[in-house]
């Protein structure tokens, strides 16, 4: 479980629970158990329009989207650090009109 820093500033440990007074967000993954996770991807759109200049529909420019998700395992948080690739999921969407 991470914990704050003194004052959630620095690298040192506060010695008591006036000192550990930082917010944190633990964005780990729970083991064992699945996680659902929210993303809105938007499609590409072109305004149709009336004689008025008022906007009458949208069309959908493409109806498909290609979607390529990959989670990357980075040992120290970043790329240069033997990172390897641990999943890649892919998967097309079609949207009916």
Do not use: C
Not at 20 to 36: A, F, H, M
């Amino acid at each position: 479980m991470p914990m704050p820093q003194k004052f959630a500033r620095g690298d040192k440990m506060g010695r008591g629970p006036y000192e550990k007074s930082g917010i944190i967000n633990d964005t780990g993954l729970p083991p064992g158990k699945e996680v659902e996770e929210h993303f809105e991807i938007p499609f590409y759109t072109e305004d149709v329009e009336d004689d008025n200049g008022r906007i009458i529909e949208r069309q959908l420019l493409d109806d498909t989207l290609n979607i390529n998700v990959k989670l990357w395992y980075l040992p120290y948080g970043n790329m240069k650090s033997d990172p390897f690739l641990w999943q890649e999921f892919t998967k097309t969407v079609t949207v009916s009109k």
